[in-house]
């Protein structure tokens, strides 16, 4: 299983917890591949199944330490085409972008001056995309280096090709059992193969004993399968039900043929590929009727998925509701469907198991029926969040919408195919609104943008769409657009008649107003609007961001004192509601009215109130406005060394961003400010090293530096 990476190394590769059997000549060839020396794409070919990913992560672990701004995993064997590549390797890097540039150039810019290890998983389904970014991101950034997977090659110039091969099935080529170790003959040593089929054989029946003729079982049910790991994964699995006399005798039967329904007419299919397909089907054969048909229902699932969320969408008909789970756990025991390596609560199926199950479910005829009720899912999830998001479950609603990316993104693209339906209305308002307050702009943008390009009927679902429209816009510094958005969330809002959707729109209109300098405009359209009570609702996160711009506003426009009134008040609102999002930027702000008192002490106890709450709800916006108050507090408080650190430490969460202080010349001025201070209490040389220390220190262990107290 693949667990999480150690926060403290930059990157999001998996740590992988199973025992990893064979590849040294394969792993050897890669670490030449990775080092100095090495060409800087290296693409994986080979068949479905054949441990592309594990080789991988593998190698790119043993490399890590030659990439010092991380390895990168970004799987795509879940999209479709439509421009998406390059936003998921934006998103899986960790970049919270807030521009409207063409995302490629964008991510081109950032990776510029990095020196970092990018994989690409399962490049198949989207391989000219692939192909494009690669190129386009190896001319931009001499210090990326691309490790990709696919059944075949990219085709991007100075492209390096390594074929995975199946693992080799015969004795003397594999690792010794601790059994063999003394004298034994090179003869009677396991295979790579054969050594993978006893692990997973073991962790089906712990008591399994082999003798003599048992080895030779075992090596012919490996050469059957044609060293194929999945397949030997697979037919392990069947141990719980066969004796390994019974398992390779009906393999035997099944594999003999070549049989396979599914295969091409004319046969094109490589051998070793219909070895898998075959074995996948006996596999499927095996499965009780109500397995079978839970398999194929799962397919619609992109990436990871739930126990609840399975049940939802795959019950009826022979599968009755109360039946999933357990139907489910039968999938995990036969490792159709494994389970999550750091969330027992989510699974997930390998790629070509999850095909299998697809062109199953076409053949029942339900393809189009259960992709409904998948997007129905999580429409209906998406509007639960949006309902209770101004509230205390803020931060467990961010979890799970980050957890649940992939099916919300298949969910709207379904909803998209036709943009003019309300449920695609409903489904962009939601979905873009929960997007933007995770991060994922370009996501929200791009579905808004479909669906607000046809006209609508007047409702609620046109508000809720028009206003994240307005705000994301705002966000990423495109002030007309957003704007424009507001004010036709103004007019839909007094439409219907809601007033609290129209002094979440008025926010809009403020908040543009501030972002053009127009500083006493805002705090006057902002202060005539009447204050309501607060809505738990998405609406509230309106009335939250209102309370918010205009304390800004007021700072902005040098109001120390009624911009503390403001935030102070709007804070207490905040806690009331148990709402996070908005509370960093608000501590923030508070943070500033302590220092223009003099109260450093309070300013930096405030300043870090916004870094964990920023932290909570993966706001890098917030989380980097919220370094920049606490670094005025600790150069303003005399903590030049600790300030000249976070400095560094700042700087990696600004990159995130794409854009430094949002190039905002208020924020940039008083960046500079800051360092040239500290640049005369310290010296240049005590200065760059400090600051050296800071940017050396991995994401997190520079959110704990920033939170430790005054003298860690």
Known sequence: MLGQQDAREPGNLPSDTRHFVGRRTELALLAAELSDEGGRLTTLVGVGGVGKTRLAARAAARARGRFPDGVWLVELSWLRGGGQVPLSVMEALGIADQTTGPVTVELCEWARDKRLLLILDSCE?????????????????????????????????????????????????????????????????????????????????????????????????????????????????????????????????????????????????????????????????????????????????????????????????????????????????????????????????????????????????????VRQRHRDHYRRLARAACSDWNSGRQVAWCERVLAEHANLRAAMDHALAAPGRPAALEMAGSVGFLWRHCGM???????????????????????????????????????????????????????????????????????????????????????????????????????????????????????????????????????????????SALDGMIAQTDLARGDTDAAQAHARDGVRAARLMHNTTGLALSLDFLLSALVDGGDDRRAARLHGVSRRVWERLGRAQMNSPGLVAARRAREETLRDRLGDTAFEQAYAEGAALSYDEGLDYALAPDDA
């Open 125 to 369: 389904p989207v391989l000219s995309e692939c192909a494009t970014l690669i190129g386009n991101l190896l001319a931009a950034a001499p210090g990326v280096r691309v490790l990709a997977t696919s059944r075949q090659a990219l085709g991007v110039p100075g492209e390096r090709v390594v074929r995975v091969e199946p693992l080799p099935v015969g004795a003397g080529s594999g690792p010794v059992p601790p059994d063999e170790r003394s004298d034994a003959p090179k003869a009677a040593r396991r295979s790579d193969a054969e050594a993978l089929f006893v692990e997973r054989a073991a962790a089906v029946d712990p008591a399994l004993v082999l003798d003599g003729a048992d080895r030779d079982r075992v090596t012919d049910i490996c050469r059957l399968l044609d060293g194929i790991p999945l397949a030997i994964e697979l037919a392990a699995a069947r141990l719980e039900s066969y004796t390994l006399e019974q398992l390779g005798a009906a393999l035997g039967d099944r594999l003999g043929s070549r049989l396979d329904l599914l295969v091409t007419a004319d046969g094109r299919a490589p051998v070793r590929h219909r070895t898998l397909r075959t074995t996948i089907g006996w596999s499927n054969e095996l499965c009780a009727p109500v397995e079978r048909l839970l398999w194929a229902r799962l397919s619609v699932f992109a990436g990871t998925f739930t126990a609840a969320g399975a049940t939802w969408v795959c019950a009826g008909g022979p599968l009755p509701a109360d039946e999933v789970e357990d139907v489910l756990l039968r999938l995990t025991q036969q490792s159709i469907v494994l389970r999550h390596p750091t969330d027992p609560d989510r699974f997930r199926m390998l790629d070509t198991v999850r095909e299998y199950g697809a062109d199953w479910l076409r053949e029942l005829g339900e393809q189009e029926a």
């Open 441 to 583: 702009l370009r996501d929200a943008q791009r579905c808004l943008d479909r669906v607000l390009a046809e006209d609508h009927p007047p409702g609620q679902d046109l508000v809720r769409a028009l206003w994240t429209r307005s705000v994301v816009a705002l966000s990423q510094g495109d002030v007309e657009v957003g704007l424009d958005f507001a004010e036709r969330c103004a007019d839909a809002a007094r439409e219907v008649g809601d007033p609290v959707a129209i002094e979440s729109a008025v926010c809009a209109i403020g908040g543009g107003a501030m972002l053009h300098g127009r500083l006493d405009e805002a705090i006057d359209v902002m202060s005539r609007v009447s204050r309501r009570p607060m809505s738990v609702d998405w609406r509230g996160a309106g009335q939250m961001q209102l309370r918010a711009s205009l304390a800004l506003s007021q700072l902005l426009s040098g109001r120390p004192g009624e911009a503390r009134a403001t935030a102070l008040a709007a804070r207490a609102e905040s806690e009331r509601c148990g709402e996070q999002w908005l509370r």
